[in-house]
């Protein structure tokens, strides 16, 4: 193996669980404003391996996000990413009325919907909210993509999209609604996403992992470089108050931070060290109470443990004083997702 490559996934897997930190500030309530349940070839990640890892801190209420588990197999095309919905539901035992009364609960979905429809995706939209028993609460439409080939990007994007009008005929349905628009896109396309905030002021937006600053293709050995570039652009869309933003996500290979090529995963110190600058930035520029904390998980968890990453979120929000460490670890999500009234209560009696 060479010392590029690191650890394969299975080997990773299996030595994650022996690192284990003494939790930090275990007491603390946590939202996890962002985390996928899913079954795939070679890794199963449904809600009782969420809830294990929870468990490892004081995780109390939790954010599923959407990644195309559960689609309806049949009727209406546009209609089938509402199965995903009904999905996040059975799992955490809502709709059988088995869910458990111990933490951590399921506290707000979002799905998906083909924005490209325009205006006719609000029936996509309805149909999610009547699935959703109540904790429906907006959608997130991938938009990450990148000229040629150096940076991988998912199907279904395309250069200029947040700019395109079908996309804004459909963006222009969330807000009456009372949705709200997770955004996952590269740094080099933060400007578009500055453009469509300022269209759109009365439609609550947050960035997904920072803001996707990237490391890899063309980028790859120009870190300061990049920096510079993503901070300039985030001070931008930091100062439109309708976007917030979440803090996680950098244990994706795009941000090539070098944890993969270690022969164990990171530390929780190692891992606030190397996040520190883009945390410090974040919540200087928009403020501890619109950033959040997301797990990002099982996506972030072949380059650590879930224990290990919330004691590096721990470890950076060190210096902060007790309203913004309420705020980044629970307040900014619920008041964001507008979470249930008990969550709410609880977390604030928890403070």
């Known amino acids: 193996m060479s010392k590029s490559s690191g650890p394969s996934n299975q080997d990773r897997s299996a030595v994650l669980s022996p690192r284990v930190e003494e939790i930090i500030d275990p007491c603390l309530p946590i939202v996890d404003a962002h985390h996928h349940l899913w079954e795939q070839t070679g890794q199963r990640y449904l809600w009782p391996e969420f809830v294990t890892d929870a468990r490892s801190h004081n995780v109390r209420w939790s954010v599923f996000v959407e990644c195309r588990s559960g689609y309806r197999t049949d009727g209406p095309e546009e209609l089938r990413v509402v199965g995903e919905t009904e999905f996040a539901l059975q799992q955490s035992g809502e709709l059988s009325g088995m869910a458990s009364r111990e933490p951590p609960c399921l506290a707000a979905i979002v799905g998906s919907a083909e924005l490209m429809l325009g205006h006719r995706v609000r029936e996509v939209l309805e149909a999610h909210i009547s699935a959703g028993r109540g904790i429906f609460r907006g959608i997130r439409r991938i938009v990450a993509w990148h000229q040629g080939n150096s940076v991988p990007y998912p199907s279904g ?27 996952w896109l590269y740094h080099p396309q933060l400007p578009e ?20 600053p990237l490391s890899i293709g063309q980028y790859a050995g120009r870190r300061d470089e990049v920096f510079v570039d993503w901070r300039s652009k985030i001070l931008d869309l930091a100062s439109l108050p309708n976007v917030f933003v979440k803090l996680g996500g950098l244990g994706m290979r795009y941000t090539n931070l070098g944890f993969h090529a270690l022969p164990a995963p990171p530390n929780s110190e190692v891992l606030a060290n190397a996040w520190a600058p883009y945390f410090d930035t974040c919540v200087s520029a928009f403020g501890a109470e619109r950033c959040m904390f997301e797990s990002n998980f099982p996506v972030d968890s072949l380059t650590y443990a879930y224990s290990t990453l919330w004691n590096a979120f721990k470890r950076l929000a060190h210096g902060a004083s007790p309203d913004e460490r309420h705020a980044l670890f629970s307040g900014t999500a619920t008041r964001f997702y507008r979470l249930k009234s008990d969550a709410a209560i609880a977390a604030t009696a928890l403070r």
């Open 157 to 183: 994007t395309g250069a200029g999209m947040l700019n395109s009008e079908p996309f804004r005929l459909g963006f222009s349905c969330l807000a009456p609604l009372g949705l709200t628009f997770d955004a």
């Open 193 to 212: 996403l500055t453009s469509l905030a300022k269209a759109f002021p009365d439609t609550n937006i947050v960035l997904n992992h920072f803001g996707g």
